[in-house]
């Protein structure tokens, strides 16, 4: 990991943003896989192909939004932002010929708390990017509660009663 890890700490406090690398972060179910200490930060969007118009807008543009990163030990977890991150690595991959100074990065608003507010804040973010399929809902929910997360959390990051969680 890079030196940005050890100064994300106090950017959290002051809810700054700072650039980082894009593959400094790390995507629960792609670079790590999904387990009991990390179930907040999954999304089961994270393997979806990403469309070429997007990837062209990036390389015009940059990434203009800046993602939902949390610390987690010495490591950068994505919370929302997973396309862009992704996007992110494919450019920076092309760019290899470049000076440093030129190549990619991706801002990060870096967040803190509980397991729970992290996952309210994966869960929040990404629905307003792209609606999950009724399955991928439902399997996010699964994996949630597998791992500890309750009927009332649930409803709470969701958005939905908990005799909703419960169907």
Sequence with gaps: ???????????????ELTAFDPSEIVIVGLDVPLTAENWWAYCPRVD?????EFLADVRANGVRQPVAVCRDGNKVVLLAGR?????ARTIRDEQKKEPIKKLITVR?????????????INVSENATRKDLTPIQRANLMHQAMKYGADDTQLA???????TTIKN
Excluded: C, D, Y
């Design 156 to 162: 709470t990051a969701f958005g939905v009663t908990v």
């Design 48 to 52: 979806e192909p990403i469309e070429e």
């Design 83 to 87: 396309r862009r991150v992704r996007a």
């Design 1 to 15: 990991m890079g030196s940005n890890v050890n100064k994300i700490q106090g950017f959290a406090s002051r809810g």
């Design 108 to 120: 990060a608003i870096i967040h803190q708390g509980q397991p729970e507010e992290l996952f309210k």
